[in-house]
């Protein structure tokens, strides 16, 4: 007997199944959202919500055509969010500063500043007194800094959660606390899914597991294709303000969020799911955080958490449709950038399901098997 | 030897002193804001925010006015602190409904609805069917409602925090965790205050401490003219949207927030400072809203709390300059309107203060001294 | 290429893994325990702790025979455990009250009056008077009460921390954050586990997963043999002290603990994972509370939450060696009963395990596959 | 009109405050405890716990004689608290360590070594060896030890929260959220207090409120003669134990707990009543911590707080009766030794009032007037 029959179930409640189901909702599909946990918890809640295309992407290539393409979307995604939910994601547009500590970081940032002027994007060179002239508690040590006035963040928690409810208020049946245990098949074809709630059958099923989605497929994507990246971060705020564009630098970066907190990121441990706080990684924070910024030492601590991104072996996320399971599509994988990708991979990944389009953005760079074609990198 | 001086200390953190803080900084005003523990908690962060003119003055008169001023201010009030300091108010304006429970309270929804109408505000009043029609998950119990669409509200916690935050913008000095003793006095003019951090000297002092008034000026306004009135509330969430409108009827309100969050308050006990939260307070919320949403029942318990507002014997807020000691101004007492007051508080004192000016508004029935010109009522 | 070799694996981190791996590490096994999330947490952390052998046990049997052998040993490993770690359980053996609010329920107190004492155990009839002189804040709705004074509670967050780090101290390896995905198998015996953090080998493996061992065991036992029942819970406290001995009556219990604390619990609601606490639940118990304990009114609020309960379809847990799978234990689907048997559930797969000792109990009613033997009761 | 007699008033709820109160109630007499927040919370609770009567007094004199009685009496204290509240004080006795970093130390702890030996107090010398030896997590920097096998710690809160609940066994009136605005003088005595409830009236008064003690008797003690010292400290835990005797250096002491906790602490800044933990003393004390054992790089973050000490200009506690303001007692200025001292002072205060007993301790080093008798250091 079959329990319900939706026309498309989503696997995952971040940031990314719930913008799949909210597109999908909008469609006017029935849909069923799979969250073994919470929704919009997780790596969707942990991120600093930046949406770094320029900063982040240090080579052209079609990671940066998708994140830029998304970054666009966020003017219009954040107010409709809004209309609907009532949730403001808190969407800042003041621009990144990708900070040069040595002179060796010089001549890159300059490399990187002519590429994304033959794209098209604003990019600028701050010389340090430019620079300070900007961010006046900036440490006197940083030397220049590639500006890019374009750049933002958005609260992640909030982006996530008015997602979340948007998708229920075009009508998907979220069911939280709910763990899918295997895929049920049926020649060839994936037509439902078993969990510790029960069976759950649908025309259309997507893996929106983040970190999580290695057991479920692991017949299909070797298990270490999506593998964790564990991060810790620490969020401050100052009395008064004391930062308006967003640092960058290598192995730390400082987002200046709506009164006056700041979030202070992130460290990277691969191949552990492990949440834990860490003195270690607290501690090179801060004291990252202290060169950047001396003013910082007088800040108070608000909060510290540990999240879990989701890493590829090519760091390009899994988009699109399984070419030998039909009815399974795929989307996880997204590192870093699941926040700024969460836009564009609603649309792409519902216009497959609900419309059977081919988007316009070729997907083949981010195939769910593009690890099989002899490509031995991505199989270990 | 005088520590510092300011144009105005402003004491107490709430939502008014805040106001206040932000519109004299505005001005180009050097202000000091003390505060015994953080910003924008106690009652400012406890309050469900509603923006109730209509619902909850029940009588023409000097509040009614003041509040219905004061409401008007909010879509640019809460436009302006947003690009200042990011943080979005929440403002949602879709109306309250003062739900007829008995069949007398529809006689008196009745009488409300003519005086407000000859007030030229909108009201309207829905019979039981187009009630549920507007709002399907209300109960069938209720007989009927008022409908005013223009009210709303924010969120307490943001509004306050944004005040805040834009004062310190505009270069106000807050000091937290410093507790006012004394007024220092020198012939009939208040010239600064003692704290435990020090003794501070402004031209101009202002009270706005809530609850916590009544001990400083023990000596001019009897200790019992500002008294605590503890409410305690709750949160609640459902997986759906439940609910659109804010409902409002004797003991028991329900605000719909930002991603289907509810407040639910509010109960009221006066002459403590007791910040309990009590199994007798939650309880009997809770019975009330099932009373007057069935559907709650299966609703998510998100968090609860208890604050403290302000109260005065004639319910109005004490408002102006000290008639008696000079350079001395009050802001309190504003009990369940702190909220919705704090706009036109704000404006009104700054103006008094930084510019001497009378306000368009008659202050006289909030005069702080009222009391004493022979008002028995007042005195008790 | 095998990871690690193991004496013994141990798959869960509540009460019950954490008492086998004290067990076993005591005994000099080299130990690893895998944990999901964090060890001591879910229902072991939800658990009031009662020690209610006679109280809860309705019949005489195999369970009540377990029980009062585990209850028996508490005041003996509480304290050793407290030497090893410095946590102290809170061991108060003070008694419990099984009340009788109605007519038919002294009948049925009498009856267990009874039979407890015909199996030696101490209870005492307390009529109305004498009930209200032991606790005089009891309702005067109460009839009567059967008294069984041996009976007590513990904190169960703190037994369950203190197992986990006595097993510590002996040398058990603790993995949190580590999932288990399935067991590896070489013909016919168990070998090992697959997880999110690589493969563990072992000599022997336990099952200790609670509600969530259905998953594991899928093809073994039937996913419905263990399944999930949910209780809410609260935690209220009072300025003096209100109550001695547990009070225990048909759906809600209030347990004094340390402090003046008092956990009231629980509902029940089987067959989710769901782990919200609800306006319906809290408001249920609230009520109930304060039938038995008028007074409780004026308690404070200290916290609430829910827990995943693992029941069985007879009732008794899953406990001992997998007849067909080798070098598979069980000890699972203790239901409320976690707490109370994790000392002798410890010790019994510890001798089963370590030293092949058959237990002096007879574990046939316990047996992981007693549902096969044309039990359809079971199976269903 | 009197609202209601006591026989002793006793201002401040911490530990201090508590043990006064629970000895005297324990002694008959009908005691009120008033309190501005939450008992047992401020400097109570956010202190280490540490009993360190040999590690922390440099100095032979009447602090170290008070301390060390003190500290003996903590086994019955504990144990008699346990016993009527159910809170145990998790007392451990494993001694502490005082790091010798420097050469210069070494000298330091080898006359320290001596002037214990003299007061017949054990005190070893341990080499780096020994010391390794005996607790081999710690840095191979650290030059030596001196070892108080002696010394240990306790839960801060959970003793503060014990002599409360004594308190309250024994009939004390506790009321919370109580701020007292001024004494209530009648002749040369105090015969009670206003507070924001009303006026309380008693025999006989006790001033026990910590940091906050100065602006109460502005007229008495300079203010400046109690002032805050502000510290911020964190908890850490490791997966295995790593630690067995409590650590002391210069500005980082690291306290093992039950459970594998890690106290670390603590910072200090005087004149000042923040509490907000900032990066700068969170950072300071993690780097500390790694220098004394570099395995607590991969420990887990806990929590982290501020607290506020009460200092005099002496450093010794103002303890006994007032010698101008009858009935008046003091008993606060207990800085990092509330509570170490706790019980003795609790005593002595007791006995003073309700025996009316010169005590056997000489506390002429502890006058609360002692400042005005020509001592200029103090009254600066």
């Given at each position: 007997?079959?329990?319900?029959?939706?026309?498309?179930?989503?696997?995952?409640?971040?940031?990314?199944?719930?913008?799949?189901?909210?597109?999908?909702?909008?469609?006017?599909?029935?849909?069923?959202?799979?969250?073994?946990?919470?929704?919009?918890?997780?790596?969707?809640?942990?991120?600093?919500?930046?949406?770094?295309?320029?900063?982040?992407?240090?080579?052209?290539?079609?990671?940066?055509?998708?994140?830029?393409?998304?970054?666009?979307?966020?003017?219009?995604?954040?107010?409709?969010?809004?209309?609907?939910?009532?949730?403001?994601?808190?969407?800042?547009?003041?621009?990144?500063?990708?900070?040069?500590?040595?002179?060796?970081?010089?001549?890159?940032?300059?490399?990187?500043?002519?590429?994304?002027?033959?794209?098209?994007?604003?990019?600028?060179?701050?010389?340090?007194?430019?620079?300070?002239?900007?961010?006046?508690?900036?440490?006197?040590?940083?030397?220049?800094?590639?500006?890019?006035?374009?750049?933002?963040?958005?609260?992640?928690?909030?982006?996530?959660?008015?997602?979340?409810?948007?998708?229920?208020?075009?009508?998907?049946?979220?069911?939280?606390?709910?763990?899918?245990?295997?895929?049920?098949?049926?020649?060839?074809?994936?037509?439902?899914?078993?969990?510790?709630?029960?069976?759950?059958?649908?025309?259309?099923?997507?893996?929106?597991?983040?970190?999580?989605?290695?057991?479920?497929?692991?017949?299909?994507?070797?298990?270490?294709?999506?593998?964790?990246?564990?991060?810790?971060?620490?969020?401050?705020?100052?009395?008064?303000?004391?930062?308006?564009?967003?640092?960058?630098?290598?192995?730390?970066?400082?987002?200046?969020?709506?009164?006056?907190?700041?979030?202070?990121?992130?460290?990277?441990?691969?191949?552990?799911?492990?949440?834990?706080?860490?003195?270690?990684?607290?501690?090179?924070l801060m004291e990252r955080a202290k060169e950047l910024m001396p003013v910082l030492a007088g800040a108070e601590i608000s909060s510290m958490w540990a999240g879990t991104r989701p890493m590829t072996?090519?760091?390009?996320?899994?988009?699109?449709?399984?070419?030998?399971?039909?009815?399974?599509?795929?989307?996880?994988?997204?590192?870093?950038?699941?926040?700024?990708?969460?836009?564009?991979?609603?649309?792409?990944?519902?216009?497959?399901?609900?419309?059977?389009?081919?988007?316009?953005?070729?997907?083949?760079?981010?195939?769910?098997?593009?690890?099989?074609?002899?490509?031995?990198?991505?199989?270990?």
């Amino acid at each position: 007997v079959r329990s319900k029959l939706y026309d498309t179930i989503i696997l995952g409640g971040g940031v990314i199944g719930c913008s799949i189901a909210f597109n999908l909702a909008k469609k006017g599909q029935r849909i069923l959202l799979l969250e073994k946990g919470r929704v919009a918890s997780q790596a969707s809640s942990a991120a600093a919500g930046m949406l770094g295309v320029q900063t982040e992407m240090e080579e052209n290539g079609p990671l940066f055509e998708l994140a830029r393409k998304s970054r666009a979307m966020f003017p219009e995604i954040v107010a409709e969010l809004r209309e609907i939910t009532g949730i403001d994601s808190s969407l800042i547009r003041k621009g990144m500063l990708k900070l040069a500590l040595q002179e060796e970081q010089i001549d890159e940032c300059q490399s990187i500043l002519e590429w994304q002027h033959s794209k098209g994007e604003k990019a600028v060179w701050l010389e340090k007194e430019e620079l300070l002239q900007k961010e006046p508690c900036l440490s006197e040590k940083i030397l220049a800094a590639l500006y890019f006035p374009n750049e933002g963040h958005v609260s992640a928690p909030d982006l996530s959660n008015a997602f979340a409810k948007a998708a229920s208020y075009f009508g998907t049946k979220i069911r939280e606390y709910t763990e899918v245990r295997s895929l049920i098949k049926d020649s060839g074809a994936v037509t439902g899914v078993t969990t510790n709630g029960g069976d759950f059958y649908g025309d259309a099923i997507v893996v929106a597991t983040g970190a999580w989605s290695g057991g479920l497929l692991s017949e299909d994507i070797n298990q270490s294709t999506v593998y964790p990246v564990k991060g810790e971060a620490l969020s401050v705020k100052a009395e008064i303000p004391l930062l308006t564009r967003t640092l960058f630098s290598k192995g730390c970066y400082i987002v200046p969020k709506k009164g006056g907190e700041m979030i202070i990121g992130a460290t990277s441990r691969a191949h552990t799911f492990d949440q834990k706080v860490t003195v270690e990684g607290i501690s090179y924070l801060m004291e990252r955080a202290k060169e950047l910024m001396p003013v910082l030492a007088g800040a108070e601590i608000s909060s510290m958490w540990a999240g879990t991104r989701p890493m590829t072996n090519d760091g390009l996320p899994f988009l699109g449709q399984h070419p030998e399971l039909q009815h399974l599509f795929v989307a996880t994988g997204h590192y870093r950038n699941g926040i700024l990708l969460s836009p564009i991979t609603g649309k792409i990944v519902a216009d497959l399901i609900a419309d059977a389009v081919h988007p316009e953005i070729d997907l083949t760079p981010f195939s769910p098997t593009r690890h099989r074609n002899g490509q031995e990198v991505m199989l270990r």
